[in-house]
């Protein structure tokens, strides 16, 4: 199955079922994550008990404290670390999805309760549940292609494929703050209009996008 399959089949999980990780998997995970670190110039780790990240009331009453286990999102501490996070932990997202596991970004971890290796001028920007889902989710209530687009009035298809997987993105609280433009000379500006942790939904976004309209043109 293609990214672009998974990118139709991923929902955000919030309830998982008791049941580790096999080793095997881990270490596929462990390999994508080198992979984004390496490229991202990041500081991902997979933890396996997620302990008491998602201790708080809210993930409590959420299901999110079932997640067996957590990726962590990590990174030298500079402007586009929330976005190259979004870019490269959608991507293992996305293979997780294919492995048969699910996930749920999430912002409300408790950051005092995350047993990862931080460096000096590395911070936490986010963490991604994950394991075996009790559900596979549901798809969420979009906003339209109108009113995410902009620019040149004729859109070739590969820029409508691209918007139709940007819009299946997961953005937090489901806010879809972005915006994606033709220019008049067929390149594409993806830009956020702010909101909470605005900068990992834009590379999230910008990740979907970049699958679907490649795979439109047969790239
Ligand atoms: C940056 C980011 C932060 C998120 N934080 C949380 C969170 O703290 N708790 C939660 O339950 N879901 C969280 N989500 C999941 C979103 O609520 C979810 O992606 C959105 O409602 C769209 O649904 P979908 O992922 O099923 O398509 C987050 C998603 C993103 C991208």
Request: hydrophobic residues 40%.
């Amino acid at each position: 199955m293609s990214e672009l399959d998974m990118i139709k089949e991923r929902h955000s999980v919030r309830n998982y079922l008791d049941k580790p990780i096999e080793a095997e998997k881990q270490e596929k995970l462990k390999a994508l994550i080198d992979e984004a670190n390496e490229k991202g110039n990041l500081h991902l780790q997979f933890i396996e008990d997620s302990g008491k990240v998602f201790s708080r009331i809210m993930n409590k009453a959420m299901g999110l404290s079932t997640a067996p286990s957590v990726i962590v999102c990590i990174g030298p501490d500079d402007d586009t670390l929330d976005e190259r996070v979004g870019y490269y932990g959608e991507k293992i997202v996305l293979a997780a999805q294919e492995m048969g596991l699910n996930t749920c970004w999430a912002g409300t971890y408790s950051g005092n309760k995350v047993e990862a290796d931080i460096k000096e001028g590395e911070r936490i920007s986010i963490v991604i549940a994950i394991g075996y889902g009790a559900n596979q989710g549901r798809p969420h209530k979009s906003k339209s292609f109108e009113e995410v687009t902009a620019g040149k009035a004729e859109k070739p298809d590969w820029f409508v494929q691209g918007v139709e997987a940007a819009l299946m993105a997961p953005t937090a609280i489901n806010q879809q703050k972005f915006l994606i433009t033709l220019n008049d000379d067929d390149t594409v500006s993806i830009t956020d209009k702010g909101g909470v942790l605005s900068k990992v939904d834009l590379g999230i976004v910008k990740y979907h996008f970049d699958i679907a309209s490649k795979a439109a043109r047969g790239l």
